[in-house]
Each structure stands twice: as structure tokens, then as C-alpha cells.
């Protein structure tokens, strides 16, 4: 946002980090209504459980998109190496930083084709395709909503 953007850049650089502890105006006007624990925690990473994605029973529109068809209509990937990849991360220790990195590249692929697939004009899942969001000029002249219209592949 545009707003906080410029209100921040205006504050002296101590309201932003204090040694280095970064967003500390933020956290101090946290403690208002959190408990100063939480509030002066450190950052924790957030990351998406990447192997809900690919454990059985995988949802459909994963399946859809890493499907060999799929795989071939975007040219994109090697699709034996993917199902190769999907198959043997399987056998690795969950956890592992080998697991981990194989889910992360699958993850990636599945983003490609997921973007592929709502952008450049479906057909490779059984999800809404992309049919595009009204201009701001569009928008302020009041022709259509602010809603991303979808249609059904």
C-alpha cells in the first residue's frame, strides 16, 4: 500500500529496526493488544506443507496437472523425469533435506503448469480457467466489478 509505504519511509530508521530486531514500531504497538511474547517473538518461517500436495490420495487437479498429457501440452518438463521424481521422493525420509528439495521441485512444476493452465488457456485440469480482471481506468469509470471473473475449463 502506497500510504504505508510513504508513512514509513518518513520514520527515522530506529522505529524500523532496533539492533536487529526489524518491524520494531509494529511489535510495539503489538504489545496493545497481544502478549509481549508474541508479539516480540522472532520471525518464524512460514512454509507450505509441500508433501500434502503429493501423499495418496494426491488431489485430482495435482494429479491432472503433472499427468504425462499435461506434461506434453505444455512442453515445459521432462515428463518422465517428473514422474520419475514423483514416485521415488516417496521412498526418501520425510523430513529430509533430499525430500524436501525433490517436493520443493515438484512444487514448482505443478506452479508452471497450475499458471499455464488459468493463463495461457486451460485444458489441464479440471479447475476455473483465468478470463481476466476489469483495468483500474475500467474499475474508476464503473464498467464492472473489482471481482476476477472465472469461467469452467
Do not use: C, N
Not at 520443493?104 to 476455473?128: I, K, S
Amino acid at each position: 500500500d502506497e500510504d504505508v509505504f510513504d508513512f514509513l519511509a518518513k520514520l527515522h530508521p530506529r522505529w524500523r529496526l532496533r539492533g536487529f530486531r526489524d518491524k520494531h514500531l509494529l511489535r510495539l504497538l503489538a504489545e496493545r493488544w497481544v502478549p509481549k511474547s508474541v508479539a516480540r517473538r522472532h520471525k518464524v518461517i512460514f512454509r507450505a506443507p509441500l508433501d500434502s500436495f503429493h501423499m495418496e490420495p494426491e488431489p485430482l487437479f495435482v494429479a491432472q496437472l503433472l499427468s504425462e498429457e499435461s506434461l506434453r501440452k505444455t512442453g515445459y518438463f521432462d515428463s518422465a523425469a517428473v514422474a520419475r521424481w514423483r514416485t521415488d521422493f516417496r521412498k526418501m525420509r520425510a523430513g529430509s533435506l533430499p525430500r524436501l528439495s525433490v517436493e520443493m521441485g515438484l512444487m514448482a512444476v505443478a506452479g508452471t503448469q497450475l499458471w499455464h493452465h488459468l493463463l495461457m488457456g486451460g485444458g489441464l485440469a479440471d479447475l476455473p480457467q483465468w478470463s481476466g480482471v476489469p483495468t483500474p481506468a475500467a474499475v474508476e469509470a464503473g464498467a464492472g466489478s473489482t471481482a476476477i471473473p472465472v469461467t469452467k475449463s
